[in-house]
C-alpha cells in the first residue's frame, strides 16, 4: 500500500495521506378607439347604438375627419357646411369637438393612409349595422376573442408535460449522476449540450455560453424542440462524444474535488475539445514540460518565481532558484512523488502541494500559477510522468490498477497536539503499520499522561514505542482515529516494509 503520495510508505508527517497522516498540521389587452359623430343639439359625443367590433368602436355613423357636418341626408340646426361661417354659438363646441376629433383619430386609425383604411372599415361596419337594424334581424355578433386565462392555462399545460417528460429524461440510465462531476439528482441540464449536470457545475456551464446554455429542471419554462433534444442525447451520448480520448492518466475529477479541477475538466471537455482531438493533449503528455511557478519560500513563506522542469527521461521534477542556474535546487524522483491541489493551505484557488522524499524524509513544495489552465497541465503532466513509470516498474499491471497510484488526496489533515518523551532528534513523521504488523490505534492516553491541554487522546501503537496525541474536539478525535484505523486495518504491501525498516533505523 503506497503511502498516500505516490511513493510506498505508512508515515504520521504532515498530512495524513493512506499510509501516511499528517503531523498534526491536517491544519391580454384589447385596443378600444372612441368614434365620435353629431348627436342631438349638434355637440359631438359618442353614437348611440355603437358596438365593439374586433376591439374597435364601429359607430352607427362613422366621423369623417375633414367634414363638419352630420352625415349626408341628416339635417341639424347647428350643423353647418365645411365651406360656409360658423354661428357664433357653434364656435366653442367646434373647438371641443376638434381636440376631442385629434384625439379619437389618433387612437382609431392613426394618420396618412392607415386613417383612411381605419375609416373605410369603420364605415363598412356601421353600414352593415344599420342594414341589419332595417331588416329588423340582429346584427352578426363578434367574433369572441380567447380570453387571458385560457391562453395561460394552456402555456401552463403545456409546461407541466414537459416538465414531466424532463424527469422521465432523468430516470434514464447515466442521467441520474451529473455528466461532469458524478454527483446524484442532477437538477439542471445544458440544452445546447444534451448533458444533465448538477447545481455547481451548472455555474461552470454559465461561464462558456459560446458553449453551453442552462436551464433549471424544475423552475424554468422548457420549449418542445429543448426536451425533444435532450431526450436524443443525455449524459451517456455526451460521455460517448466528449470524452472518446481521455488518457487514462488524466484526472476525472468529483463533486468532493476543488472548484478549478472541476472548470478545468469541464472547459477541457466541452470547450476546447481535448478529448476528441489527442493533438491537443500535447501541453501534458509530451514528457516534457518547462515553465515558471510561483513557489512558497521554506523560511518566510514569501512566494517567488521559479523555474520547474519535468522530464520522464530523467524521471525528475526539478526546480532552480534562479534563471541562469546551472545546478537545480532540488530533485523530486517521480518514483517518490505525490501531487494534490490544496487552495486553502496555500492561499490561493491555484494551489498545489508537492511531496516527495530527500534522504528519506518527507518534503513539501507549494506552488500555484495564476492561470489555471496552466497549473491543471502541470498536475496532468506530473500524473502522466508517474504512469510511464509505474508502466515500466510495473510491466504486467494493467491500467486500473496503476491510475490509482499515480496521486492521492490526503485522508486527513489538521492540528494534533504532541506529548509523551522527549525525542533526541525532530521525526515530523510516524509510519502506520498494519494491525498484523503490530500497529494499533487507541482512542485514549494512558492515566499517567502529563504535558497535555487538549483533553481527547489517541494513542498510536507501534512495536518499537507508543506516540501520543491530542485533539481539541471530540469530533475532531473520531475523525482522526477512522483515518487511522483505515491505515491499520489494510494489509502492508511488499514495497512498504523496506519503508518500515528504514524508519526502525532511523535516529
Same mark, same amino acid.
Given at each position: 500500500?503506497?503511502?498516500?503520495?505516490?511513493?510506498?510508505?505508512?508515515?504520521?508527517?504532515?498530512?495524513?495521506?493512506?499510509?501516511?497522516?499528517?503531523?498534526?498540521?491536517?491544519?391580454?389587452?384589447?385596443?378600444?378607439? @372612441?368614434?365620435? #359623430?353629431?348627436? /342631438?343639439?349638434?355637440?359631438?359625443?359618442? %353614437?348611440?347604438? &355603437?358596438?365593439?367590433? !374586433? *376591439? $374597435?368602436?364601429?359607430?352607427?355613423?362613422?366621423?369623417?375627419?375633414?367634414?363638419?357636418?352630420?352625415?349626408?341626408?341628416?339635417?341639424?340646426?347647428?350643423?353647418?357646411?365645411?365651406?360656409?361661417?360658423?354661428?357664433?354659438?357653434?364656435?366653442?363646441?367646434?373647438?371641443?369637438?376638434?381636440?376631442?376629433?385629434?384625439?379619437?383619430?389618433?387612437?382609431?386609425?392613426?394618420?396618412?393612409?392607415?386613417?383612411?383604411?381605419?375609416?373605410?372599415?369603420?364605415?363598412?361596419?356601421?353600414?352593415?349595422?344599420?342594414?341589419? @337594424?332595417?331588416? #329588423?334581424?340582429? /346584427?352578426?355578433?363578434?367574433?369572441?376573442? %380567447?380570453?387571458? &386565462?385560457?391562453?395561460? !392555462? *394552456? $402555456?401552463?399545460?403545456?409546461?407541466?408535460?414537459?416538465?414531466?417528460?424532463?424527469?422521465?429524461?432523468?430516470?434514464?440510465?447515466?442521467?441520474?449522476?451529473?455528466?461532469?462531476?458524478?454527483?446524484?439528482?442532477?437538477?439542471?441540464?445544458?440544452?445546447?449540450?444534451?448533458?444533465?449536470?448538477?447545481?455547481?457545475?451548472?455555474?461552470?456551464?454559465?461561464?462558456?455560453?459560446?458553449?453551453?446554455?442552462?436551464?433549471?429542471?424544475?423552475?424554468?419554462?422548457?420549449?418542445?424542440?429543448?426536451?425533444?433534444?435532450?431526450?436524443?442525447?443525455?449524459?451517456?451520448? /455526451?460521455?460517448?462524444?466528449?470524452?472518446?480520448?481521455?488518457?487514462?492518466?488524466?484526472?476525472?475529477?468529483?463533486?468532493?474535488?476543488?472548484?478549478?479541477?472541476?472548470?478545468?475538466?469541464?472547459?477541457?471537455?466541452?470547450?476546447?475539445?481535448?478529448?476528441?482531438?489527442?493533438?491537443?493533449?500535447?501541453?501534458?503528455?509530451?514528457?516534457?514540460?518547462?515553465?515558471?511557478?510561483?513557489?512558497?519560500?521554506?523560511?518566510?513563506?514569501?512566494?517567488?518565481?521559479?523555474?520547474?522542469?519535468?522530464?520522464?527521461?530523467?524521471?525528475?521534477?526539478?526546480?532552480?532558484?534562479?534563471?541562469?542556474?546551472?545546478?537545480?535546487?532540488?530533485?523530486?524522483?517521480?518514483?517518490?512523488?505525490?501531487?494534490?491541489?490544496?487552495?486553502?493551505?496555500?492561499?490561493?484557488?491555484?494551489?498545489?502541494?508537492?511531496?516527495?522524499?530527500?534522504?528519506?524524509?518527507?518534503?513539501?513544495?507549494?506552488?500555484?500559477?495564476?492561470?489555471?489552465?496552466?497549473?491543471?497541465?502541470?498536475?496532468?503532466?506530473?500524473?502522466?510522468?508517474?504512469?510511464?513509470?509505474?508502466?515500466?516498474?510495473?510491466?504486467?499491471?494493467?491500467?486500473?490498477?496503476?491510475?490509482?497510484?499515480?496521486?492521492?488526496?490526503?485522508?486527513?489533515?489538521?492540528?494534533?497536539?504532541?506529548?509523551?518523551?522527549?525525542?533526541?532528534?525532530?521525526?515530523?513523521?510516524?509510519?502506520?503499520?498494519?494491525?498484523?504488523?503490530?500497529?494499533?490505534?487507541?482512542?485514549?492516553?494512558?492515566?499517567?499522561?502529563?504535558?497535555?491541554?487538549?483533553?481527547?487522546?489517541?494513542?498510536?501503537?507501534?512495536?518499537?514505542?507508543?506516540?501520543?496525541?491530542?485533539?481539541?474536539?471530540?469530533?475532531?478525535?473520531?475523525?482522526?482515529?477512522?483515518?487511522?484505523?483505515?491505515?491499520?486495518?489494510?494489509?502492508?504491501?511488499?514495497?512498504?516494509?523496506?519503508?518500515?525498516?528504514?524508519?526502525?533505523?532511523?535516529?
Amino acid at each position: 500500500m503506497t503511502a498516500g503520495w505516490s511513493h510506498p510508505g505508512r508515515q504520521l508527517f504532515g498530512s495524513l495521506s493512506s499510509r501516511q497522516c499528517g503531523w498534526w498540521h491536517c491544519a391580454e389587452q384589447v385596443d378600444v378607439g @372612441l368614434g365620435w #359623430g353629431w348627436a /342631438a343639439g349638434g355637440l359631438p359625443g359618442r %353614437l348611440p347604438g &355603437a358596438r365593439a367590433r !374586433g *376591439g $374597435v368602436w364601429a359607430p352607427q355613423e362613422a366621423y369623417r375627419p375633414r367634414r363638419w357636418g352630420p352625415p349626408a341626408g341628416r339635417s341639424g340646426q347647428s350643423a353647418r357646411c365645411a365651406r360656409g361661417p360658423a354661428p357664433a354659438h357653434a364656435q366653442q363646441p367646434r373647438r371641443r369637438h376638434e381636440r376631442r376629433q385629434l384625439r379619437a383619430g389618433r387612437q382609431e386609425c392613426g394618420t396618412g393612409a392607415r386613417a383612411e383604411a381605419a375609416q373605410d372599415g369603420a364605415g363598412a361596419a356601421a353600414g352593415g349595422l344599420r342594414g341589419a @337594424l332595417a331588416r #329588423g334581424v340582429d /346584427a352578426p355578433s363578434p367574433r369572441p376573442a %380567447l380570453a387571458p &386565462a385560457s391562453r395561460a !392555462g *394552456g $402555456v401552463a399545460a403545456m409546461a407541466v408535460e414537459q416538465r414531466r417528460a424532463l424527469l422521465e429524461l432523468l430516470q434514464r440510465p447515466g442521467n441520474a449522476q451529473c455528466a461532469d462531476c458524478g454527483a446524484a439528482d442532477p437538477d439542471w441540464a445544458s440544452y445546447t449540450l444534451g448533458v444533465f449536470i448538477c447545481l455547481s457545475c451548472s455555474g461552470i456551464h454559465r461561464n462558456i455560453p459560446q458553449v453551453s446554455k442552462v436551464k433549471s429542471v424544475r423552475l424554468d419554462t422548457w420549449e418542445e424542440a429543448q426536451v425533444e433534444f435532450m431526450a436524443s442525447h443525455g449524459n451517456d451520448v /455526451a460521455r460517448a462524444t466528449y470524452e472518446s480520448q481521455v488518457p487514462s492518466f488524466h484526472y476525472r475529477p468529483t463533486f468532493s474535488d476543488c472548484h478549478l479541477l472541476r472548470e478545468q475538466w469541464i472547459r477541457a471537455k466541452y470547450e476546447r475539445q481535448e478529448f476528441t482531438n489527442p493533438e491537443r493533449q500535447e501541453p501534458y503528455s509530451a514528457g516534457y514540460r518547462e515553465g515558471f511557478l510561483w513557489k512558497r519560500g521554506r523560511d518566510n513563506g514569501q512566494f517567488l518565481s521559479r523555474k520547474f522542469v519535468l522530464t520522464e527521461r530523467e524521471g525528475a521534477l526539478k526546480y532552480f532558484n534562479r534563471n541562469d542556474a546551472k545546478e537545480p535546487k532540488a530533485i523530486m524522483k517521480i518514483e517518490h512523488l505525490n501531487a494534490t491541489f490544496q487552495p486553502a493551505k496555500i492561499g490561493h484557488p491555484h494551489g498545489l502541494q508537492v511531496t516527495y522524499l530527500r534522504d528519506n524524509s518527507t518534503r513539501n513544495v507549494f506552488v500555484y500559477h495564476e492561470d489555471g489552465k496552466e497549473m491543471v497541465h502541470w498536475f496532468n503532466a506530473l500524473r502522466a510522468a508517474r504512469f510511464h513509470y509505474l508502466q515500466v516498474a510495473f510491466p504486467g499491471a494493467c491500467d486500473a490498477d496503476l491510475v490509482p497510484k499515480l496521486t492521492r488526496n490526503y485522508l486527513k489533515e489538521g492540528y494534533m497536539e504532541k506529548t509523551g518523551p522527549k525525542d533526541a532528534f525532530a521525526r515530523g513523521e510516524v509510519f502506520i503499520g498494519s494491525r498484523e504488523s503490530g500497529y494499533t490505534v487507541l482512542d485514549r492516553l494512558p492515566p499517567s499522561t502529563q504535558g497535555h491541554h487538549w483533553p481527547h487522546g489517541i494513542t498510536i501503537v507501534t512495536p518499537e514505542r507508543r506516540f501520543l496525541l491530542a485533539c481539541e474536539t471530540e469530533s475532531e478525535q473520531r475523525a482522526w482515529l477512522d483515518a487511522f484505523r483505515k491505515v491499520v486495518d489494510r494489509p502492508m504491501l511488499p514495497q512498504e516494509y523496506a519503508v518500515e525498516a528504514h524508519f526502525k533505523h532511523k535516529p
